[in-house]
């Protein structure tokens, strides 16, 4: 079954406390499942913890369980999946009907479009897990080179354990209270990636419990099947418990840059020779954005003495793109830090008085995003929907796609609304066994138009830019590949995989051959 329908849920589980004999009843729409005393697991199915689950971020779909699962140990996800397979009995002789539901794990559920939920079925908190964890959820290994950790943690709190100790992950996503195994089963993006390659690419070793039922531990010498298939894998072939994830000694403080161009190709020019930099004289994080006149210009990073300045700015060239780059440093590269901004200042093509640095600590810069929530949560604009569209753009055709879509499409619509992210990264840093998507090339850049609803726009409207966005693209021969995507159809996750489809599959009928898994990603 590949179609699944808002409030159909068929299955639902309840703990069956007096009877011994695992039971099937038939239910008006289908068939309800009991769980049977001895497999021991007690289910939440009060309202609260149902509605909790059912939604997202995204803020656009809803999908009731029919149950959910606060697990406190590894072994009680795996027997869950083992039930599931209908590979588990409560008498000992294999049931004649095997109850098969679906499972989907849920980090921080900060999914867009339902890719947490599991209709009817079970979906397992994965923050309980990390909770339960022994010794800690986030251990760091005693030379300090990686840390072990429960995949339910949020990576904000990686980042404050491994402190502790002056070490540090390197590759980040921009916000941080995203689960480290919801992250892992995308890729993980952002301002470091050009450097030290996605999150999926700093990863030693994973335990995962497969659709199966069975604890395994991989690595790239170690069941490397189920390791590449589920980093960047959506959740298809397991459910990650544990991740080991590398770790660099931690600078103290970051000199933090935005500077402004009026000038598209100079603000590429300068991307793409940042990213080929080395490593002591290059930046350590590279991104940029847009500010168009038609959106909100948010000026708070600036100077106050700057701000009227740089919006007249954008009044006045409709456009400016950002170019956002920081620079690590701590005691001991103190000298050096001074030549790379000078450096920046000398060489870089911006619209001249328009570069601002900020000095803050380390963690301050990783958590900026946590500041942008503070303040939409106070005005009411963090739980609204969330149409957002992520794609990474070939770097050969980056100037027709800004051209037709930033030009075409963005700056042609009375408002727009939200951050628009754009900024190339490098694809060596990827390894193509992985199952995450990239463009075929060098250089590619990653594009968000993370757009919110309310006021003058529903998300209705909104995500029928993104319709027009993709469809431009599939016009124009744009060879772009969507991130953090919402298929309904399996004719584009076919064409999204492309190559790789053949072993998307394969890797399905080895880990999780009933299809229980993640079924809100729809891709089976
Ligand atoms: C404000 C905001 C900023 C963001 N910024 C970035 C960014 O800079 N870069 C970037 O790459 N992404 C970014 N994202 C996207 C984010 O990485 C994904 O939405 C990610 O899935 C969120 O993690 P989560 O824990 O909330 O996952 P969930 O929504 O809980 O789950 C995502 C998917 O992974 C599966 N899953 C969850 N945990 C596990 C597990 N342990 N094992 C196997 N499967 C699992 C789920 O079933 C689901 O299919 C951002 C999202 C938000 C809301
Ligand atoms: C059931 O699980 C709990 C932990 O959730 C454990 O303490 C208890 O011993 C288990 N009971 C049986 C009969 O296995
Ligand atoms: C998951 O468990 C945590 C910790 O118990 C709880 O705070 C959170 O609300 C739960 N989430 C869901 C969706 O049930
Ligand atoms: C969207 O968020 C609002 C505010 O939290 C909530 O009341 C509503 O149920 C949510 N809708 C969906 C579909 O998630
Ligand atoms: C811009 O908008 C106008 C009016 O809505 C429309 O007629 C025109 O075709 C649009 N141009 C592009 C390039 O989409």
């Not at 795996?78 to 098969?100: K, V």
């Amino acid at each position: 079954m590949t179609t699944k329908h808002i409030g159909s849920s068929i299955i639902t589980l309840i703990t069956l406390l007096i009877s011994l004999t695992p039971t099937l009843i038939k239910s008006e729409e289908g068939i309800d499942v009991l769980l049977p005393i001895s497999l021991n697991l007690t289910v939440l199915t009060d309202p609260f913890y149902i509605s909790a689950a059912s939604h997202d971020f995204g803020n656009i779909t809803e999908e009731n369980p029919g149950a959910v699962l606060c697990p406190s140990s590894v072994a009680e996800v795996a027997r869950l999946l083992r039930f599931a397979n209908g590979g588990f009995s409560a008498n000992g002789d294999s049931t004649s009907h095997s109850p098969s539901f679906k499972v989907a794990a849920r980090g921080q559920g900060h999914s867009l479009r339902g890719q947490a939920s599991a209709p009817g079925g079970i979906v397992v908190n994965m923050t309980c897990l990390a909770k339960a964890a022994k010794p800690a959820a986030v251990v760091v290994s005693s030379d300090g080179t990686y840390a072990d950790v429960a995949a339910g943690t949020m990576w904000v709190e990686v980042l404050e354990t491994a402190l502790k100790r002056g070490v540090s992950p390197v590759s980040w996503t921009d916000y941080l209270y995203l689960s480290v195994g919801g992250t892992l089963s995308n890729a993980g993006i952002g301002g470091q990636t050009f450097r030290h390659g996605p999150q999926i690419s700093n990863v030693y070793e994973l335990d995962v419990i497969t659709g199966k039922g069975e604890m395994m531990t991989c690595s790239p010498n170690l069941n490397p099947e189920l390791f590449y298939g589920v980093l960047g894998g959506l959740g298809q072939f397991g459910i990650i418990t544990r991740a080991r994830i590398a770790l660099d000694h931690a600078p103290t403080r970051v000199k933090w840059s935005r500077i402004l161009y009026s000038d598209f190709s100079a603000f590429t020019r300068d991307q793409e020779r940042l990213l080929s930099m080395a490593n002591d004289i290059g930046v350590d994080f590279l991104e940029g954005q847009l500010m168009m006149s038609n959106g909100f210009v948010d000026t708070s990073f600036f100077p106050l003495s700057d701000q009227t300045k740089v919006a007249s700015l954008v009044n006045d060239h409709r456009i400016i793109y950002v170019l956002e780059v920081a620079k690590y440093y701590d005691s001991t590269t103190l000298p050096i830090i001074d030549q790379v901004i000078d450096m920046l200042t000398r060489t870089l093509r911006f619209t001249p008085g328009f570069m601002f640095v900020q000095d803050v600590p380390y963690f301050d810069f990783l958590n900026r995003v946590r500041n942008e929530e503070e303040k939409l949560r106070d005005l009411g604009l963090w739980e609204v929907p969330h149409p957002w569209l992520n794609i990474f753009v070939p770097r050969s055709r980056i100037v027709d796609f800004h051209d037709g879509v930033i030009k075409g499409l963005l700056l042609n619509q009375t408002s727009t609304s939200g951050v628009t992210l754009f900024y190339p990264t490098n694809r060596n840093k990827w390894n193509n066994r992985m199952s995450t998507m990239t463009p075929d090339e060098d250089i590619f850049y990653v594009i968000g138009l993370l757009q919110s609803a309310g006021g003058s726009h529903n998300w209705q409207e909104l995500e029928s830019l993104n319709d027009k966005i993709i469809q431009f693209c599939e016009n124009s021969g744009i060879m772009i590949k969507e991130y953090l995507m919402h298929y309904t159809r399996k004719e584009d996750w076919i064409k999204h995989f492309g190559p790789k489809w053949a072993d998307f599959v394969r890797r399905k009928m080895m880990f999780d051959p009933k299809k229980l898994l993640s079924p809100g990603q729809e891709i089976f």
